[in-house]
């Protein structure tokens, strides 16, 4: 499934740099100017789910860094422990989860939720990244179990559905560019 996962975003990354080169300005500035032109172009809900898989994909990466530092011994970072239990990462992320969704239920304001997006996609990976533990019962994040199946599918996943949604955002904001003629000289 993760292979799959993984040629889809690799064809589909493909694309959208053999379209970049087609443009007028197949230069990177011109692709952040389109970015950013179909980002305010788009829809509240489309960029609060450009948000979240934003949060989603850099809060998991976050998360194994730190875990591997952590098991290696390197940097300032370690173990959270509260008496003598090892607190695992999807404690907060479930609280910061739980906490943007109230909110946003609570509040109903539209704009608010591509802000909100950001706090509950980053404990959504912080849950996710630890799936294998609460599926086991059993601290297997290193395991081939943890590591392997449930990781690799979701981080996969995630890529892909963040690059279908950035190569969206740049289709829609490219003509803006181009017409307006902001792109770099």
Do not use: C
Request: proline share 3%.
């Amino acid at each position: 499934m993760a292979v799959l996962a993984a040629a889809a975003t690799g064809g589909l990354a493909a694309l959208e740099l053999r379209h970049l080169r087609r443009t007028r300005s197949p230069h990177v500035g011109t692709a952040l100017q389109a970015a950013r032109q179909g980002y305010q172009a788009g829809s509240t809900r489309e960029n609060a789910v450009f948000n979240m898989l934003v949060a989603f994909l850099a809060t998991f990466g976050g998360a194994r860094a730190v875990t591997r530092l952590i098991r290696h011994g390197v940097g300032p970072f370690g173990n959270v422990v509260v008496g003598r239990r090892h607190i695992h990462h999807f404690v907060p992320g479930i609280v910061i989860a739980l906490a943007a969704g109230g909110v946003s239920i609570g509040v109903r304001r539209q704009e608010l939720d591509k802000w909100l997006a950001l706090p509950f996609g980053a404990g959504a990976a912080l849950v996710l990244d630890e799936a294998a533990l609460l599926l086991e019962l059993e601290d297997v994040y290193w395991s081939h179990e943890g590591a392997v199946s449930i990781q690799i599918t979701l981080g996969a996943a995630a890529l892909l559905g963040f690059l279908g949604l950035a190569a969206r955002l740049l289709r829609r904001g490219e003509p803006l560019v181009v017409a307006s003629g902001e792109g770099p000289s």
